[in-house]
Nanobody
Framework: QLQLVESGGGLVQPGGSLRLSCAAS????????IGWFRQAPGKEREGVLC????????NSADSVKGRFTISRDNAKNTVYLQMNSLKPEDTAVYYC???????????????????WGQGTQVTVSS
């Protein structure tokens, strides 16, 4: 059974850092594009960053450029979201998602993805 499990969320002060992990099981994640999404209370889900299955190409939202990076460790079947210089507006539930794909493209629209994790809460507050 294909499964994605996020971890690494928590409470952090503004300006701090967190690294989220998305561990895949039941499938080989290197054949999938992986996206990170977030949803704050009362707001629509937003595509933050994604990484393609091939070449490691990424696609970032303007709101996180220069602060968040995405990477994958195929040996561990895990994708990471490194979040630096966190702001209160980054507070949200963060989800990872996967779609079988090839090539250098990955998208940041929710309907492009087939499989989703359960989410992890990130709260940025002093």
């Amino acid at each position: 059974q294909l499964q994605l499990v996020e971890s690494g969320g928590g409470l952090v002060q503004p300006g701090g850092s967190l690294r989220l992990s998305c561990a895949a099981s039941g499938f080989t994640s290197r054949y999938y594009a992986i996206g990170w999404f977030r949803q704050a209370p009362g707001k629509e889900r937003e595509g933050v960053l994604c990484i393609s299955s091939s070449y490691g190409s990424t696609n970032s939202a303007d709101s996180v450029k220069g602060r968040f990076t995405i990477s994958r460790d195929n040996a561990k079947n895990t994708v990471y979201l490194q979040m630096n210089s966190l702001k209160p507006e980054d507070t949200a539930v963060y989800y990872c998602a996967a779609v079988r794909s090839s090539g250098s493209y990955c998208g940041r629209e929710s309907d492009e993805y087939d499989y989703w994790g359960q989410g992890t809460q990130v709260t940025v507050s002093s």
